[in-house]
């Protein structure tokens, strides 16, 4: 079954800095990986994908991701953190029937002035 | 455009009483999701619909029915609430022919049971 671990439950992070969020997933077959933030009070929102191609992803709102396949991973990245990237992300795995998607349980983003 | 539409957004019920969530999305997603969150378990999936007049279990379906109304719409009922489905509760929804578009959420409801 397709499964995906984030280890961390909290990444603090000074602003400024560059931010790594962590993200390693067990799929049979290839892997389609999702990024997804959610502030407070609000649902998900997407913010990037991997299907196929090169291993560097870009998204939204300056975040990229990368995806190491002999390392099953696929984490989160932003050269510079902004207060405002302060939120809860989610990693989450497409299923192998291609309906549903398998979250994370999350990890905690603090960005601290 | 509004997107995907949860209502309620707060709920307080008894144990023991009955409730439909609601969801609205203006899309024309054929795909739709319920959800719940809960702290430290990421998001749970209850039902989905793939497609207008289909409903299948997900994760945790006890203690839930839906309904696909229609294409734009997809409740969630619980029939006799309990404490353990105090939770936040997400409904999404996915245009379908490309599995690998993604799901676009609603603001949840929240839901407490006494």
């Known amino acids: 079954a397709q499964s995906v671990a984030q280890p961390e439950d909290q990444v603090n992070v000074a602003e400024g800095n560059p931010l790594t969020v962590k993200c390693t997933y067990s799929?049979?077959?290839?892997?389609?990986l999702f990024w997804y933030v959610q502030y407070p009070n609000r649902g998900l929102q997407f913010l990037l994908k991997?299907?196929?191609?090169?291993?560097l992803v870009k998204g939204s709102y300056g975040f990229e991701a990368e995806f190491n396949k002999s390392q099953t991973s696929f984490h989160l990245k932003k050269p510079s953190a902004l207060v405002s990237d302060s939120a809860l992300y989610f990693c989450?795995?497409?299923?192998?029937?291609?309906?549903?998607?398998?979250f994370g349980a999350g990890t905690i983003l603090r960005v601290k002035s | 455009n509004a997107g995907v539409t949860q209502t309620p957004k707060f709920q307080v019920l008894k144990t023991g009483q009955s409730m439909t969530l609601q969801c609205a999305q203006d899309?024309?997603?054929?795909?739709m999701y319920w959800y719940r969150q809960d702290p430290g378990m990421g998001l749970r999936l209850i039902y989905y619909?793939?497609?207008?007049?289909?409903?299948d279990k997900g994760e945790v379906p006890n203690g839930y029915n839906v309904s696909r109304l229609n294409k734009r719409e997809f409740s969630l009922r619980l029939e006799s609430a309990a404490p353990s489905q105090t939770s936040v509760y997400f409904c999404?929804?996915?245009?379908?022919?490309?599995?690998?578009?993604?799901?676009?959420f609603g603001d949840g409801t929240r839901l407490s049971i006494l």
């Open positions: 619909s793939a497609s207008e007049g289909t409903t």
């Open positions: 991997y299907i196929t191609g090169d291993n």
């Open positions: 899309m024309n997603h054929n795909s």
């Open positions: 799929v049979s077959g290839n892997p389609y």
């Open positions: 999404a929804s996915r245009i379908s022919g490309d599995s690998n578009q993604p799901q676009h």
């Open positions: 989450a795995v497409r299923d192998v029937y291609g309906n549903k998607l398998v």
